[in-house]
């Protein structure tokens, strides 16, 4: 080893604390890339394979009825590669182990052939026997919660009829991957099944023999798939087609795909920020090194060492920090990158992952971590290669102070000398205050992104559960019922009040611009499901408009007092124009809503119910899923109280483990800004300070003056954290937002009080590990030697 | 040891040293740096301690001022024991009754002249204000300018007049003309002059400047950690008078 090299070693062993700071930030922008990247890459590979093995089509469509040669119209649709028939319904589960009913989705397989589209990826046992009757085979997440196995016997309403089914097959379904419940706001295995049955036996139970009422497309590469969409609509059409939509709509691809966005999201803001604050603090630690070395430079170019081998010896240091920071943050990235994907293990479920270990991801982050480094220590590098050994050997100009515009306005007077060495240091080195300041800001940011969430989900859960859908249960009918049946709701027991809604399906249009929904009515009195306006204040339903909510209103382009046109679908069709009335808040899809006996009006029928809103008293629950359980007409219930917990559970551990996350990141940044601008603070002044001592300060008034300036900037950058995290936050609720889900963007005060706690307390704790120095400065050496 | 200038011989003792010792270990090195000195400083003495590099002034002035303890050896201050004595009361017994001067000034290079006097008036408990002791060293026209904007020798009269702002008991000076010229240095020394014999401070200077030793009541001359010998200057000189 040479002697250089001996002296990078001894150097990096005495600042290690300070290259360590260094390092973990290196370390986080690595494994924020790396996960951000290679999560979103592994998530992405296996969609990709899941979907390509398993055929997962490309348009769905459903519909009342119609005879199977309309499969035929289908095909020859120019584009559509195949076409698969189902037979889909929702039905009414009674599972032995809860009180409560459990909604399922029956869907047919096809006969005597394999599926082509949407294939099973069987886990365990087998498809269905066309010849035996009541043969089942589940999606495994249900399976699993409800602990059901080959054999296993559960009861479903189907066709008005109780029927008990056994379970002989478990399996997977790339239609599947996110198995969302009607009416649920996150996935509950328990309550919510797929039942994959023969189409035989299902065709005899809905009287669809011969027919389907479902159908799934795959389409050939390159085909225009809004063409294919227009033309599948004008075939099903007379046969009760509410609409075919694409894989972008479909609800298990579409949330699948947000929170690609959102890893993605990720990659792009987090990592930057990182590479942002390493660079920072590498410039800030190698420009000291270099003026405290400056005469070591000199003497190594006199005594023959040429410029760049004195320049490469310090360049091996920022590459070798560099170099640590980037193995560690390859680690805790690959490690972070299996936790979080198994944590999508309990959201999404696929029949295998690739795990996508490409080294590019790695090469990448190694590459932009040493460029940060780089550019970072470049101005440092480079007054090492500029510096000519006899001006080395001299001591640098010392710095000039100069009495500040602040001061010329008497603003410093008030206060002590401690105060002013402070704000003249930082007047000195603007930039270098503003970018520990910048740094400081950042931590604060992130933990603001950390706490807000829980803001924006308590104000959803608020707005959602307790202010607009205040119902304890909703009842679905399988089919439109007419309004008499009110009256029997109102009847089963404990049933305290009963509100019906009515939904249909259409396509709402204004222009160019077009999407596919559903209109809700509601009865002019209201008091459990409710429409609230942008001010949250309950609004009554026009007689003849319509009221839409904030997305569709964005998305459609439109405002209050705007025409819109209505496409009917379903059975009865027709195309009217209706008046938007007001834009309202509602978090959840695409809402539109009408008065019930205006939506009847509109569609040109009779008053009918799709479903009724229920509350109910709570000991009479038993009694009441019983007759649930037992009411053929009923397809499925939806529980508030359970949604709500569910809502909540989930959301706590994903925010709990996000926050830990984010908390850890912003204490690293806080920490490496802090502890490294103190160290150089110290090392720059110590001269100052050990004179201090002397003349009669004690410690504690030695370290204000120390830790003064700091105190300064941290608590400057406070309002600029805030604000930082405002925009972080504003941009991770962008990449949320899609047809099927809008978060409201919510920061409470308290959260920015909290961020600011979180990063004063790391702040507060590394100074203080650099006060621990001033305990040790010489105070007699420091006299005697020149600055 | 010879007595002090008649004029100071009733004058109370500030300092009485006996038997100090200062023993530093260096790893295998151990250096004797004092090796049992006894001295008494009174009030208002002016003193020099001359002596080669090494001989033990500077450790003597250190324990003196409280930046150091003796490793054996006692030392008292007005009665008060000192080599007994905790960092925090060491800080207070600086803070209150000592003013140092360096050769290199040590200067809070961010602040201006007053502003550095204040620093220290500002923590002390009956200081004169940061212009009255600037006029005692004759800067009342620079008060306003940083360190870097004055010579060597204005430097070290601010330092000067920081070190007497709080009307300390004594005044410690290392080699504070060691890095100036001679016309500069003679201001200096005025400057020592005027305040020890309007403030009646104890007033102790080490220099490697032999002439300068004639301004001073007393010289201790040092050698391998001893006093070997004590002078009284029948007449001081007044500092003007001193060749370089």
């Known amino acids: 080893m040479s ?97 409560e009913p459990a909604t399922g989705l029956a869907i047919s397989l096809p006969e005597h052939r394999p599926a082509v589209l ?46 008990t089914l056994t379970v002989v097959g478990v399996a997977l379904s790339p239609e599947f991957v996110y198995a969302l419940g009607p009416g649920d706001l996150m996935p509950d295995n328990r309550r919510f099944g797929v039942l994959w049955m023969s189409e035989k036996s299902l065709a005899g139970i809905f009287d669809l023999e011969g027919a389907f009422n479902a159908v799934e497309l795959k389409l050939l590469p390159g085909t225009n798939e809004a063409e294919v969409i227009r033309q599948v609509d004008g075939i099903l059409e007379r046969y009760g087609g509410v609409g075919a939509y694409a894989r972008v709509d479909q609800v298990s691809h579409a949330f699948l795909d947000g929170e690609l966005k959102q890893l993605q999201a990720m990659s792009r803001v987090i990592p930057p920020i990182f590479l942002f604050v390493s660079a920072f603090l590498m ?7 270099i003026a405290l070395e400056r005469e070591q430079i000199g003497l190594l170019k006199a005594l023959g060492y040429s410029r760049l081998a004195v320049t490469g010896h310090y360049m091996r240091l920022v590459l070798l920090i560099a170099v640590f920071g980037i193995g560690l943050g390859s680690l ?45 220590g470049a101005k440092a590098l480079w007054e090492v290669l500029a510096l000519a050994p006899a001006v080395a050997m001299q001591p640098p100009v010392p710095p000039r102070f100069r009495q500040t515009w602040i001061e010329r306005l008497g603003l410093l007077r008030p206060f002590s000398q401690v105060t002013t060495i402070a704000v003249r240091h930082m007047l000195r080195w603007p930039l270098r205050a503003l970018l520990t300041a910048l740094g400081i800001a950042l931590a604060t940011g992130l933990v603001v992104v950390a706490f807000f969430t829980l803001d924006s989900v308590e104000m959803m859960i608020d707005i959602t559960f307790f202010r607009t859908e205040r119902q304890q249960a909703t009842l679905n009918f399988a089919e439109e019922a007419p ?37 809700i009515g509601k009865p002019p009195e209201r008091e459990l499901s409710r429409v609230l306006d942008v001010e949250l204040k309950p609004v009554d339903l026009p007689e003849h408009g319509l009221l839409v909510n904030q997305r569709l209103a964005d998305v459609l382009e439109l405002s209050r007092g705007d025409e819109v046109e209505v496409e009917l679908l379903g059975k009865r069709r027709g195309i009217r124009r209706v008046v938007v009335d007001d834009v309202i808040e509602s978090y959840f899809g695409l809402g539109a809503f009408m008065d019930i006996d205006a939506l009847s009006r509109l569609v040109g029928e009779g008053p009918r119910v799709s479903g009724v809103h229920i509350a109910y008293d709570r000991r009479q629950q038993p009694a009441l899923y019983r007759a649930v359980k037992n009411t053929p007409a009923i397809a499925a219930i939806e529980l508030q109280r359970i949604a709500l917990q569910r809502f909540r559970e989930t959301m706590a551990e994903n925010i709990s483990i996000m926050r830990a996350v984010y908390i850890t990141l912003s204490v690293i940044i806080a920490f490496g800004v802090v502890y490294n601008s103190t160290r150089i603070q110290l090392s720059e002044r110590a001269r100052e300070l050990a004179s201090l001592r002397v003349l009669g300060f004690t410690r504690g008034e030695v370290s204000r003056v120390l830790l003064t300036e700091l105190a300064i900037l941290t608590a400057l950058a406070q309002p600029l954290g805030w604000l930082l995290g405002y925009v972080f936050g504003w941009a991770l609720i962008r990449a949320f937002q899609s047809d099927l889900f809008t978060v409201p963007f919510v920061i409470e005060p308290a959260t920015y009080g909290t961020s600011a706690l979180v990063v004063l307390a790391a702040a507060a704790a590394s100074a203080l590990i650099v006060r621990q120095r001033v305990d040790r400065l010489d105070l007699i050496a420091v006299l005697k030697t020149r600055d | ?12 003792p500030i300092f009485e040293a006996q038997g100090l010792t200062k023993i530093y270990r260096n790893g295998e090195v151990v250096v004797r740096a004092l090796a049992g000195v006894d001295l008494t400083l009174f009030a ?45 009361e060491l800080t207070l017994y600086r803070r209150d009754h000592v003013g140092f001067v360096f050769q290199f000034y040590n200067l809070v290079p961010s602040l ?48 000067i007049a920081r070190a007497i702002a709080k009307r300390p008991e004594v005044l410690l000076c290392d080699e504070p003309t060691g890095a100036l010229d001679s016309k500069t240095g003679i201001r200096v020394l005025e400057a020592l002059a005027s305040v020890n014999a309007e403030l009646g401070t104890t007033t102790a200077v080490i220099t490697h400047n032999a002439a300068i030793k004639d301004i001073a009541h007393r010289v201790f001359y040092f050698a391998d950690g001893r006093i070997a010998d004590v002078k009284v200057n029948a007449r001081r000189v007044e500092p003007a008078e001193v060749s370089w």
């Open chain 1, 3 to 99: 002697a250089l090299d001996r002296k990078l070693l001894r150097d990096l062993m005495r600042l290690w604390p300070q290259a360590l700071a260094i390092a973990l930030v290196v370390a986080s922008g690595v494994a924020t890339l790396i996960l951000g990247i290679g999560t979103r890459r592994s998530l992405d590979e296996t969609r990709t394979a899941y979907y390509e093995q398993y055929e997962f089509a490309d348009v769905f469509a459903e519909l009342t009825r119609a005879p199977k040669p309309v499969a035929r119209s289908l095909e020859e649709i120019a584009g559509v590669r195949s076409v698969e028939l189902r037979i889909r319904r929702f039905a009414l589960l009674d599972l032995e182990q809860r009180e």
């Open chain 1, 118 to 163: 949407n294939r099973l990826y069987l886990r365990q046992g087998r498809l269905p026997d066309p010849s035996r009757a009541g043969e089942v085979t589940v999606n495994e997440p249900f399976a699993k919660a409800n602990g059901l196995g080959i054999g296993s016997q559960f009861s479903a309403v189907l066709g008005g009829t109780k029927r």
């Open chain 1, 283 to 289: 410039n800030l630690t190698l420009s000291r090194l």
């Open chain 1, 332 to 376: 805790a990235g690959n490690w972070l990158g299996r936790g979080l994907t198994r944590l999508y293990g309990d959201f999404f479920f696929f029949p295998f992952l690739v795990f996508s270990r490409d080294l590019d991801v790695y090469a990448l982050a190694a590459l932009v971590s040493c460029a940060a480094a780089f550019l970072g």
């Open chain 1, 483 to 519: 309004l008499r049946v009110l009256h029997d709701v109102e009847h089963m027991p404990g049933v305290l009040r009963a509100e019906p809604y009515r939904i249909v399906a259409v396509k709402l249009r204004n222009g160019h611009l077009e999407r596919r929904l559903s209109i």
């Open chain 2, 1 to 12: 040891m010879a007595a002090p200038r008649e004029s100071l011989a009733h004058a109370e």
């Open chain 2, 44 to 88: 208002g003495e002016m003193v020099v301690l001359l002596g080669p590099s090494g001989s033990g002034k500077s450790t003597l002035l250190n324990i003196l001022g409280g930046l150091d303890r003796p490793t054996s050896g006692t030392l008292r201050f007005k009665g008060l024991e000192l080599s007994g004595l905790g960092d925090r």
């Open chain 2, 112 to 159: 201006t002249a007053r502003e550095n006097v204040a620093l220290v008036t500002e923590i002390a408990r009956d200081p004169m204000t940061p212009d009255e002791a600037l006029a005692l060293v004759g800067l009342e026209h620079r008060m306003d300018h940083f360190p870097a904007q004055m010579s060597g020798g204005e430097q070290q009269r601010v330092a």
